[in-house]
């Protein structure tokens, strides 16, 4: 399924986040693509800010560029924000302990295309698109049905918010 949406300014992009938020559960990965700059990290730290807030747990989110990974607790799961821009093998992954939490947690992946044949098969991937300075061309597409009323839940939520 795929499903196109436009993202007019940064808090749109972080109203989208937060619109998905309360919607992910263990087992959720969603994979972030588009170029230097799209928005993917702001996606992610909207996300994780608005899980942490719900349980009055707000923290630092750094970007994971250089740790590769920054792990986040909630109540009955781990939320794990990757990049992978700097991987350099398909070994670090399992170091890593990416292949477990894709099982185990919900999975915000930056750069995931490093990942090959590992990539999660029932992912969500939001491609961001830069088409001008503050907008982006948000594609979302997915195989697995979970995804089916999770992104139609969502859209309505942001849909909601901006009117
Ligand atoms: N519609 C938009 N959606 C998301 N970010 C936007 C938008 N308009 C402007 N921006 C700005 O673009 C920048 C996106 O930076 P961000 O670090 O999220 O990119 P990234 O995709 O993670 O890049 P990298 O590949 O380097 O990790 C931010 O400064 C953000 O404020
Ligand atoms: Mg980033």
Not at 13 to 25: H, V
Not at 46 to 63: G, M, Q, R, W
Not at 81 to 105: I, K, P, Q
């Amino acid at each position: 399924m795929i499903q196109k949406i436009l993202l007019k300014s940064s808090d749109e992009t972080a109203a989208l986040a937060t619109a998905f938020a309360p919607l992910l559960s263990v087992g959720n990965t969603i994979l972030l693509n588009g170029s230097v700059g799209a928005g993917k990290t702001h996606f992610a730290r909207a996300l994780i800010s608005t899980c942490l807030n719900d349980i009055n747990a707000l923290e630092d989110i750094p970007s994971p560029t250089f740790t590769l990974v920054q792990t986040y607790e909630l109540n009955h799961v781990d939320i794990w924000h990757a990049d992978l821009y700097r991987l350099t093998s398909l070994s670090e992954v399992y170091e890593l302990g990416l292949d477990t939490a894709f099982e185990d947690a919900i999975c915000l992946l930056e750069w995931s295309n490093r990942l090959g044949e590992m990539l999660p098969k029932n992912a969500l991937t939001l491609n961001l698109n830069i088409t001008e300075e503050d907008l982006r061309e948000a594609t979302l597409e997915w195989e697995d049905t979970i995804w089916d009323t999770i992104v139609v839940d969502a859209l309505k939520v942001f849909n909601n918010e901006k009117s």
